[in-house]
């Protein structure tokens, strides 16, 4: 009997009652306390599990190497030669488990090399197809007309509800924090604004006139129906009747660039100098997004046809990375303006109701609208959801504007203009400047928030006080174009000007009488 660790005839031979295998007494006791498992079959194994086997105490003969010093000097040699030759064996399997955990760990590495690289790949690839997608011209709707197309890209079947309506992301988390962010910095720097000196003074707009007249329009359909100032540059665009809108340089008098595309006039446009576009929106339903190019050209890079009436105003919002639409279906859309995607359209479209006029608080978390109904409506643009409605007026609401001390909103409609203060959500001053048959059509606070512009059958400039105290009428400037309808009146930079748009085709320019020389030297020197 051997036992099966050693190799050996054991001393105190035992037997596992598991495996059945004979160990050394002393042998497994040792390597059971060590590991709790045989030796051999490696299975759970216990002392308990140990049967001693009894056997007779025979005395064991040396064996016959022993009996002399050279027979042991031999016995040791050969255990020596067999342990070295062990050693040897042990020695070169630890070498080849070396080689083969460093090949291991070297293959894990470059199989994660390859993944990261696989996976910055396939994030490129869809960052480059979500731009193609967004980049596609909407002129690519006539090539699939199965598919509904908006926003430059296709609208697949799913992303219609089953109510039959267009499924809008959203506006999302992000965007809201980034709208409260802008909201509580533009609120903290209105605190320590200050009337800048270089704002004209009383004393001079008393003395305004009409110092130049442009021809901006066609002859056979004139009329200037929306207009806007470049805030940096001293640049108008104006939007018509002849469905052109004509981007001009009132320090140069060159027109710089002609946007055509639209199919009917143009209601309104804005600037958004961030990224050097401008919004257009029309009669035909649409809205259109151009970019301008450092030749001073400007290309149509998303049209937008989310909604179904007349759309009657564009707002941008103060990050200008956002604007609201307003049209006459009763909705109202709030977009992205990187990508040209509606994030969400508020309201229900109907007959009864439309939207005429719209814009943003200058904080940017009101957005103001007037109806075809007289109605003026405040909506919180992180809910979408209208917080307060202004009643009173007559007719459509034609116009409205903040001011930038972020308390005051004038409206305007056929019976005048009526001053609302956003603190107490009450009218506290109306202005009736014509008959009941001529409405007023403009109306607008100048950026520093000390004049307001109203318009209708001629220009008046009123200097902005409070609540309480009376606010003067300071100029009126006469409709010097003939046709008795003035349809917008904007204060250049610092007041400097007033430039005004009416029923003929002509851009008119309102300043001190000495600024026509000016003008005059600027043509001259240009041409």
């Given at each position: ?260 595309g639209h199919s009917k006039k143009i209601t309104t446009l804005k600037f958004v100098p961030r990224d050097e576009l401008v919004v257009t929106g029309s009669a035909d339903k649409t809205v259109r997004i151009w970019q301008g190019t450092e030749e001073g050209n400007y290309s149509c890079i998303h049209t937008l046809k989310d909604h179904t009436a007349e759309v009657e105003a564009v707002t941008v919002h103060a990050t200008q990375k956002y604007f609201v639409t307003a049209a006459k279906d009763n909705t109202w859309c709030f977009y992205d303006i990187s990508t040209g995607s509606c994030l969400s359209q508020v309201g229900e479209a ?178």
């Open positions: 009997m051997i036992c099966a660790i050693s190799g050996e005839v054991p001393d105190e031979p035992v037997v596992s009652k598991r495996s059945g295998l004979l160990f050394e007494r002393r042998l497994v006791e040792r390597y059971i306390e060590d590991h709790g498992k045989c030796p051999v079959t490696k299975e759970e194994l216990s002392m308990d599990d140990i049967v001693l086997v009894k056997t007779n105490k025979v005395v064991r003969p040396r064996p016959l190497q022993a009996a002399s010093i050279p027979g042991l000097l031999g016995i040791f040699q050969n255990e020596w030669d067999a342990l070295m030759l062990s050693n040897f064996a042990l020695e070169q399997q630890l070498h080849t488990a070396r080689q083969e955990l460093s090949h291991a760990l070297y293959q894990h590495d470059a199989a994660c090399r390859v993944i990261a690289r696989l996976k910055k790949e396939r994030d490129e690839s869809r960052a480059l197809l979500a731009l193609a997608e967004r980049q596609i011209p909407a002129s690519m709707a006539g090539v699939a007309p199965a598919a509904v197309v908006s926003n430059g890209k296709r609208a697949m079947e799913d992303e219609i509800g089953p109510d039959g309506k267009k499924i809008r992301p959203g506006i999302n988390p992000v965007m809201i924090d980034e709208l409260t962010e802008c909201n509580t910095m533009l609120s903290a720097q209105r605190k320590k604004r200050q009337v800048p000196p270089s704002l004209a003074s009383i004393d001079e707009l008393e003395k305004y006139t009409q110092i130049s007249s442009h021809p901006l329009h066609k002859t056979n359909k004139p009329g200037i129906l929306s207009m806007d100032i470049h805030p940096s540059k001293d640049i108008v665009a104006t939007g018509g009747i002849d469905t052109n809108a004509v981007l001009f340089d009132r320090t140069s008098g060159q027109i710089l660039c002609t946007l055509a109907s007959g009864q109701e439309g939207y005429t006029s719209a814009s943003f608080h200058p904080d940017g978390l009101i957005l103001g609208t007037g109806t075809t109904e007289a109605v003026v409506k405040i909506w919180d643009v992180k809910t979408q959801s209208n917080v307060a409605k202004f009643e009173g007026h007559t007719g459509p609401v034609t116009a409205m504007s903040f001011s930038e001390n972020g308390y005051f909103l004038a409206t305007a409609a056929l019976d005048g203009v009526k001053l609302w203060d956003l603190r107490k959500l009450r009218n506290f001053r109306t202005f009736s400047p014509y008959d009941s048959d001529t409405p007023t059509n403009s109306v607008e606070f100048d950026f520093s928030g000390t004049y307001l512009a109203v318009a209708g059958s001629d220009i008046r400039v009123y200097q902005v006080a409070n609540v309480k105290t009376e606010w003067n009428l300071i100029k009126t400037l006469p409709d010097v174009s003939g046709t008795g309808k003035v349809t917008s009146a904007k204060f250049g930079t610092d007041a400097k000007y007033i430039a005004v748009g009416s029923m003929d085709r002509n851009l008119r320019i309102f300043g001190l009488p000495g600024d026509d020389q000016m003008d005059d030297d600027a043509k001259s020197s240009a041409e």
